[in-house]
């Protein structure tokens, strides 16, 4: 029952974020914030949900990389996507999360050498409640469908940008664009 309850809990505060964001009517404090440090933050709280498991998280994240952002809203981007990561990635495996900054945007990148996704399924992992299939799934019963929706949205809600490279068996690399703040 506390499973179940802690699912659905899950699910109304994301349908909640999603409808408020369609709306314009989420609470949102722009501020100028250091991106570096916040992904540190989100790597070590990752880390250590993740304690345990046989997969290991990389670093390459320079220092000092300032946006214009909702701290909270970021944080939910990069949580979305490393624990996508872990949840699809191989016992034993790699990820890699970067960040640095070029052409005036900072560019976040999250690599795996996962299960991937199909080229037939990439153009839809951005819906909602979309989900691959059933060896994607098997083992995430948390999983609603709505992480990568959420991503895309606040990456457009930044004046960023989300991509996806990836191939079936052999991981997937999440890449996300905004613009650095000015000095």
């Not at 990820?95 to 050498?113: F, P, Q």
Request: proline letters at 1%; aromatic letters at 6%.
């Amino acid at each position: 029952i506390k499973r179940q309850s802690d699912k659905m809990a899950k699910l109304i505060t994301e349908l909640l974020t999603i409808s408020r964001m369609d709306r314009n009517t989420l609470k949102t404090n722009f501020e100028k914030i250091d991106l570096s440090e916040l992904l540190g933050f989100v790597c070590d709280e990752q880390e250590e949900i993740n304690r345990g498991g046989s997969i290991t998280l990389h670093r390459n994240i320079s220092e000092g990389i300032f946006v214009l952002a909702d701290r909270y809203m970021l944080a939910r981007l990069a949580i979305n996507l490393i624990s996508n990561a872990y949840t699809y990635g191989r016992d034993g495996g790699n990820i890699t999360v970067s960040l640095t900054v070029s052409g005036g945007c900072a560019t976040l990148e999250v690599a795996d050498d996962g299960i991937g996704i199909s080229a037939e399924d990439i153009p839809r992992i951005w819906e909602r409640f979309y989900r691959v299939d059933a060896s994607r799934t098997a083992t995430d019963k948390q999983n609603m469908g709505l992480g990568l929706s959420i991503v895309s949205q606040v990456a457009a809600f930044h004046g960023g940008d989300v991509q996806v490279e990836s191939e079936k068996d052999k991981g997937s690399k999440f890449t996300f664009k905004m613009p650095i703040a000015d000095k």
